[in-house]
């Protein structure tokens, strides 16, 4: 465990602000929060009382664009009138970045601070679709975490102030860093799944120390995986869904115990589960994704017994999925929507939407938005037939996930962050 010598940069004219009304007042948001990936519910949906606009462009609906150092694709997260994020900013040494978190005032976009948290070593490896900084903080009431896969974790306060780092977990990884942790209680639990040895770990919240770990029962040909867990109750117990290479598994946060298994062929897993109904929806990525619909009451390996279906057509390999009124919504890599029932698995309907995608799905003001690579947004209205509302182009790369605050929401490109709103 160390703690390294905090660098704090208040940074002052690195932003720019693109108003479209210089008179029109932005109040600071308290209420509704995103503080963490996939938002309140880790499911993508927004509060109900949120109702951002479904058009926009580079000079319409923009409250603010803010310039952001150095590179990262963790979705935006905000509390308290502040927005956090992750970035691998470049050192005067080669090949060097500095692990940081960024925080940005949310009313007028300034960057406010960068704090490094940790350095990176110089020979680290990614995917041309990875950053340095891909996993997406959680913010408490107190306090921020910040998770760089592999290279480490740390914890400060929402001042930036660092309260503790673990780099201790050390494994080699392929491809760079992806899934992020999720908080159930005192523990702060994400996938560790490297070229050997994949496992799920639980640090406590506090210190950072080491809880449990839980290798994964499988000797799958391709061990890496990047996806984050989700947490769900099942008959007044909670569980934490972890997928990985060739498993998925359900465990209990508080002690690692193994509650469910269920086995199936893939790898490198990168959509995070959704529970809807009863169901955890699981994609298992890659090389043919399959997405499996499983009934998580059982105990033991449960893949012959709990697996009510399984369907092979357009299933992501990276976005997540999204349900809504029972169906559930999913757009492939090469950007192919799909809404199938969430009971049978029957296709409801299927449709082009061009592009490459990597970002997951949000549902806010009774709509869907899907954010391609090249920053094109395709705004969908849920049912039983295809329904376009908009699409919209910020013409920027553009691989995080959004987030909505309010009335707002924050979209993430390759060099700055957008807060969108009427």
Same mark, same amino acid.
């Given at each position: 465990?160390?703690?390294?010598?905090?660098?704090?940069?208040?940074?002052?004219?690195?932003?720019?602000?693109?108003?479209?009304?210089?008179?029109?007042?932005?109040?600071?948001?308290?209420?509704?929060?995103?503080?963490?990936?996939?938002?309140?519910?880790?499911?993508?949906?927004?509060?109900?009382?949120?109702?951002?606009?479904?058009?926009?462009?580079?000079?319409?609906?923009?409250?603010?664009?803010?310039?952001?150092?150095?590179?990262?694709?963790?979705?935006?997260?905000?509390?308290?009138?502040?927005?956090?994020?992750?970035?691998?900013?470049?050192?005067?040494?080669?090949?060097?970045?500095?692990?940081?978190?960024?925080?940005?005032?949310?009313?007028?976009?300034?960057?406010?601070?960068?704090?490094?948290?940790?350095?990176?070593?110089?020979?680290?490896?990614?995917?041309?679709?990875?950053?340095?900084?891909?996993?997406?903080?959680?913010?408490?009431?107190?306090?921020?975490?910040?998770?760089?896969?592999?290279?480490?974790?740390?914890?400060?306060?929402?001042?930036?102030?660092?309260?503790?780092?673990?780099?201790?977990?050390?494994?080699?990884?392929?491809?760079?860093?992806?899934?992020?942790?999720?908080?159930?209680?005192?523990?702060?639990?994400?996938?560790?799944?490297?070229?050997?040895?994949?496992?799920?770990?639980?640090?406590?919240?506090?210190?950072?120390?080491?809880?449990?770990?839980?290798?994964?029962?499988?000797?799958?040909?391709?061990?890496?995986?990047?996806?984050?867990?989700?947490?769900?109750?099942?008959?007044?117990?909670?569980?934490?869904?972890?997928?990985?290479?060739?498993?998925?598994?359900?465990?209990?946060?508080?002690?690692?115990?193994?509650?469910?298994?269920?086995?199936?062929?893939?790898?490198?897993?990168?959509?995070?589960?959704?529970?809807?109904?009863?169901?955890?929806?699981?994609?298992?990525?890659?090389?043919?994704?399959?997405?499996?619909?499983?009934?998580?009451?059982?105990?033991?390996?449960?893949?012959?017994?709990?697996?009510?279906?399984?369907?092979?057509?357009?299933?992501?390999?990276?976005?997540?999925?999204?349900?809504?009124?029972?169906?559930?919504?999913?757009?492939?890599?090469?950007?192919?929507?799909?809404?199938?029932? =969430?009971?049978?698995?029957?296709? #409801?309907? +299927?449709?082009? @939407?061009?592009?490459?995608?990597? *970002? !997951? %799905?949000?549902?806010? &003001?009774?709509?869907?938005?899907?954010?391609?690579?090249?920053?094109?947004?395709?705004?969908?209205?849920? =049912?039983?037939?295809?329904?376009? #509302?908009? +699409?919209?182009? @910020?013409?920027?790369?553009?691989? *995080? !996930? %959004?987030?909505?605050? &309010?009335?707002?929401?924050?979209?993430?490109?390759?060099?700055?962050?957008?807060?969108?709103?009427?």
């Amino acid at each position: 465990m160390s703690v390294p010598t905090i660098v704090a940069r208040m940074l002052t004219g690195t932003f720019l602000i693109l108003a479209c009304s210089a008179s029109r007042p932005f109040a600071v948001a308290t209420e509704p929060e995103w503080r963490k990936f996939r938002g309140p519910t880790e499911n993508g949906y927004a509060p109900s009382d949120s109702n951002p606009p479904t058009q926009w462009s580079t000079g319409q609906n923009i409250a603010w664009r803010s310039e952001l150092p150095g590179e990262g694709w963790s979705t935006p997260v905000a509390s308290g009138g502040k927005v956090y994020l992750s970035a691998a900013i470049p050192t005067d040494e080669a090949d060097q970045f500095d692990l940081s978190l960024l925080i940005v005032d949310f009313e007028t976009g300034k960057l406010v601070s960068s704090i490094a948290l940790m350095r990176q070593s110089g020979d680290a490896k990614i995917h041309k679709k990875n950053s340095h900084a891909s996993p997406t903080p959680i913010v408490t009431d107190d306090r921020v975490y910040v998770h760089f896969g592999y290279q480490g974790t740390a914890c400060c306060d929402r001042t930036g102030k660092i309260l503790w780092t673990n780099r201790d977990l050390k494994f080699k990884p392929t491809h760079g860093n992806g899934g992020t942790p999720v908080l159930v209680g005192d523990r702060l639990i994400f996938t560790c799944d490297g070229d050997k040895e994949p496992k799920i770990v639980a640090l406590d919240a506090a210190t950072g120390e080491l809880v449990w770990q839980v290798r994964r029962p499988v000797d799958a040909k391709k061990t890496f995986s990047f996806c984050t867990p989700c947490v769900i109750e099942v008959e007044g117990r909670t569980q934490v869904v972890a997928p990985g290479s060739d498993c998925v598994l359900a465990l209990d946060p508080a002690t690692g115990e193994t509650i469910w298994d269920v086995r199936y062929t893939g790898y490198s897993v990168v959509p995070q589960p959704i529970f809807d109904d009863g169901r955890v929806y699981v994609s298992t990525s890659f090389d043919n994704a399959s997405l499996l619909a499983i009934r998580p009451t059982g105990k033991g390996i449960v893949t012959e017994t709990h697996v009510d279906w399984q369907t092979d057509r357009n299933v992501p390999k990276t976005p997540s999925m999204i349900a809504v009124d029972g169906a559930i919504y999913f757009v492939s890599d090469n950007g192919i929507l799909s809404s199938v029932d =969430g009971e049978t698995g029957d296709l #409801v309907y +299927r449709e082009r @939407l061009g592009g490459g995608f990597s *970002a !997951s %799905p949000v549902y806010a &003001g009774g709509h869907l938005y899907f954010v391609d690579e090249e920053g094109m947004t395709t705004v969908v209205k849920p =049912g039983d037939e295809f329904q376009q #509302v908009a +699409r919209n182009d @910020l013409q920027e790369r553009t691989l *995080a !996930s %959004p987030a909505v605050i &309010g009335n707002a929401i924050l979209i993430r490109t390759e060099k700055a962050l957008y807060r969108i709103e009427q």
